[in-house]
């Protein structure tokens, strides 16, 4: 019973929302393999001039991607916790490496419905937890439901919407980055320890018509005419979580 906890905690998904008296700590970890796409479009003119200065737009090919995810969650009666650290390595010349860590709140409603909240920060760069791409934060909503027997497996579904702000993108600051993340899992009834999960994510966001002052001078420089910046994943997972 402790193990079906924790991974409901944990996995937010897999299992059904069963009572636990005992603090249950449940870590888990497992390899991710799937693809990611950027798709990315700028446009900066002079500000005095009008004149042209960049205009860019991103190779919006999928592209291979494969990482890591990892954590560990709390549950207690009907409560839990979870803290998740998503290391990701993307073939691409755009983006070479993210890593996300999610902290994340819940509440195990009946046998097979969860609540959730919590705060997700994203930072993608050349190794694990840089941020000289950009990064991104901010936080989601979200409710799941597990535990569905299915013959000899359990399945379940979560659906999260993040409110994220992406920072250092540009010099114009941080710009709204919205999105939502929709994940189906399943695992053997008789061994829940063990977990596939299926992945959809996608965040995007704009900014037009933005005045930025390089030399902070008081002028703007240069405009920002537009901006467009959209992410989305694809991803399976295979998780093992251990309980105590």
Same mark, same amino acid.
């Given at each position: 019973?402790?193990?079906?906890?924790?991974? *409901?905690?944990?996995? @937010?998904?897999?299992?059904?929302?069963?009572?636990?008296?005992?603090?249950?700590?449940?870590?888990?970890?497992?390899?991710?393999?799937?693809?990611?796409?950027?798709?990315?479009?700028?446009?900066?003119?002079?500000?005095?001039? #009008?004149?042209?200065?960049?205009?860019?737009?991103?190779? =919006?090919?999928?592209?291979?991607?494969? $990482? @890591?995810?990892? #954590?560990?969650? @709390?549950?207690?009666?009907?409560?839990?916790?979870?803290?998740?650290?998503?290391?990701?390595?993307?073939?691409?010349?755009?983006?070479?490496?993210?890593? &996300?860590?999610?902290?994340?709140? #819940?509440?195990?409603?009946?046998?097979?419905?969860?609540?959730?909240?919590?705060?997700?920060?994203?930072?993608?760069?050349?190794? *694990?937890?840089?941020?000289?791409?950009?990064?991104?934060? #901010?936080?989601? @909503?979200?409710? $799941?439901?597990?535990?569905?027997?299915?013959?000899?497996?359990?399945?379940?579904?979560?659906? *999260?919407?993040?409110?994220?702000?992406? =920072?250092?993108?540009?010099?114009?600051?941080?710009?709204?980055?919205? $999105?939502?993340?929709?994940?189906?899992?399943?695992?053997?009834?008789?061994?829940?320890?063990?977990?596939?999960?299926?992945?959809?994510?996608?965040?995007?966001?704009?900014?037009?018509?933005?005045?930025?002052?390089?030399? $902070? &001078?008081?002028?703007?420089?240069?405009?920002?005419?537009?901006?467009?910046?959209?992410?989305?994943?694809?991803?399976?997972?295979?998780?093992?979580?251990? *309980?105590?």
């Amino acid at each position: 019973m402790k193990l079906a906890v924790a991974a *409901a905690a944990g996995l @937010l998904c897999v299992s059904g929302a069963a009572q636990a008296q005992d603090v249950v700590f449940s870590p888990r970890i497992g390899p991710t393999l799937g693809m990611y796409q950027i798709d990315s479009t700028l446009t900066i003119s002079d500000a005095a001039s #009008g004149e042209v200065l960049v205009s860019a737009r991103s190779d =919006d090919s999928w592209e291979l991607s494969y $990482g @890591l995810q990892t #954590g560990f969650s @709390l549950a207690y009666w009907d409560f839990f916790g979870d803290v998740a650290i998503e290391y990701l390595k993307v073939e691409s010349d755009a983006v070479d490496q993210r890593t &996300d860590v999610l902290l994340t709140l #819940g509440y195990l409603i009946g046998r097979h419905w969860s609540a959730f909240a919590g705060y997700r920060r994203g930072m993608q760069g050349d190794s *694990a937890f840089n941020d000289d791409n950009f990064s991104e934060a #901010g936080g989601f @909503l979200g409710a $799941g439901v597990g535990g569905l027997e299915a013959g000899p497996l359990l399945l379940g579904a979560s659906f *999260a919407y993040n409110l994220s702000e992406v =920072d250092d993108f540009l010099p114009q600051g941080k710009f709204d980055y919205d $999105g939502f993340s929709l994940k189906f899992s399943m695992s053997p009834a008789s061994m829940p320890q063990h977990s596939l999960q299926l992945r959809y994510q996608r965040f995007t966001g704009d900014e037009s018509n933005k005045p930025v002052d390089l030399d $902070g &001078d008081g002028t703007a420089d240069v405009v920002i005419d537009n901006v467009e910046l959209t992410e989305s994943y694809v991803q399976a997972t295979y998780s093992y979580a251990f *309980a105590f």
